[in-house]
Nanobody, 125 residues
Framework: QVQLVESGGGLVQTGGSLRLSCAAS????????MGWFRQAPGKERESVAG???????YYADSVKGRFTISRDNAKNTVYLQMNSLKPEDTAVYYC???????????????????WGQGTQVTVSS
């Protein structure tokens, strides 16, 4: 079992930055592929970014060049640095974990076994 707790959400103006954190506990964190997803009101959950234990990273096209995912295995934490935020980035952001993910499926929510409770990010125009 893996427990995930997100933090760092909040209200920011267009063009601003936020850094989300996801603290993991329960199993060997470094063995897990970690992902960030988001869900806006009335929309389906969508992938944002993923990171392998080896630090290989994956991004949705909508956030490439603006968001950066990273992990600190010593702290059992994964981060999402979000820059140049836009109103369309407004959503609840979720952290997720899985033992197995590939470049071909990291973006699918059903790839992941464990989810955090989410943290709200609101970008004002």
């Amino acid at each position: 079992q893996v427990q995930l707790v997100e933090s760092g959400g909040g209200l920011v103006q267009t063009g601003g930055s936020l850094r989300l954190s996801c603290a993991a506990s329960g199993r060997t964190f470094s063995n897990y592929f970690m992902g960030w997803f988001r869900q806006a009101p009335g929309k389906e959950r969508e992938s944002v970014a993923g990171i392998r234990w080896s630090d290989s990273t994956y991004y949705a096209d909508s956030v490439k060049g603006r968001f950066t995912i990273s992990r600190d295995n010593a702290k059992n934490t994964v981060y999402l640095q979000m820059n140049s935020l836009k109103p369309e980035d407004t959503a609840v952001y979720y952290c997720a974990a899985t033992r197995v993910a590939y470049g071909s499926n990291w973006y699918a929510s059903n790839t992941y076994n464990y989810w955090g409770q989410g943290t709200q990010v609101t970008v004002s125009s």
